[in-house]
């Protein structure tokens, strides 16, 4: 990646900068705060391989605190919306993104972020690639069940749904190679009627 344009230039205080690089410069960085501005859009997404993000607007606003030493504190500030698949009819729903994330920066021998608040980064390192710190976060805002409000589903996939919403019985019971139950390998006969009418709809 590249870095920085203003790499080996001095930051002017309280001025937003909007980069399109995904490197934060450790050298070169003048004393007290700043901060840069980032966009993370659908090919964002696609190049870290996030692949429950399907689409997404979401702007990043970075704090930087250089205290001298190496040692920096950084804040993230995401606010947007990306674009995630409703676990109740399969469509894309859309899910707003409103988050911050603070962790800092110290300098040692070899990097090590298996700390929750603390990065540690090699003296040697010209700039700090923030690519997976801002998709991690992102993807910690999608909630483990996520569906349309109310009404907002596919009309003709909750049709299906409550269609087929009776109990299943044994009879029923559908196998299906590949995609087993972790029990018996039965599948619910429910989830292959909304499969075959999303392929259809490709």
């Known amino acids: 990646m590249k870095l920085f344009y203003y ?7 309280s ?15 003048s004393l007290g705060s700043q901060e840069l501005e980032y966009h993370l859009d659908d090919a964002f997404f696609a190049a870290t391989e996030a692949t429950d993000v399907l689409s997404a607007n979401v702007d990043v606003r970075l704090a930087v605190t250089n205290h001298g030493g190496g040692i920096l504190d950084l804040t993230f500030t995401f606010a947007g919306e990306i674009g995630i698949t409703c676990d109740r ?3 894309e729903m859309p899910l707003a993104i409103d988050t911050e994330y603070a962790v800092k920066v110290s ?9 929750d608040d603390v990065i540690v980064v090699p003296a040697t390192w010209p700039a700090l690639d923030v690519t997976s710190l801002m998709r991690d976060t992102v993807l910690l805002c999608i909630p483990v069940m ?7 589903c596919n009309a003709e996939m909750t049709r299906l749904l409550e269609a087929h919403s009776g109990t299943v019985t044994e009879a029923e019971t559908v196998h299906v190679e590949g995609d087993e139950d972790e029990e018996n390998g039965a599948v619910d006969p429910r989830w292959l009627v909304l499969r075959k009418l999303k392929d259809n709809n490709k």
Not at 108 to 115: K, Q, R, T
Not at 146 to 152: F, K
């Open 7 to 13: 790499l080996c230039g001095d930051f002017e205080d």
């Open 15 to 29: 001025k937003v900068k909007k980069v399109s690089s995904y490197e934060l410069p450790l050298r070169g960085l």
């Open 107 to 115: 300098p040692g021998d070899a990097y090590d972020d298996s700390g």
């Open 89 to 91: 009819c399969l469509e």
């Open 146 to 152: 996520h569906h349309h409000e109310e009404g907002g």
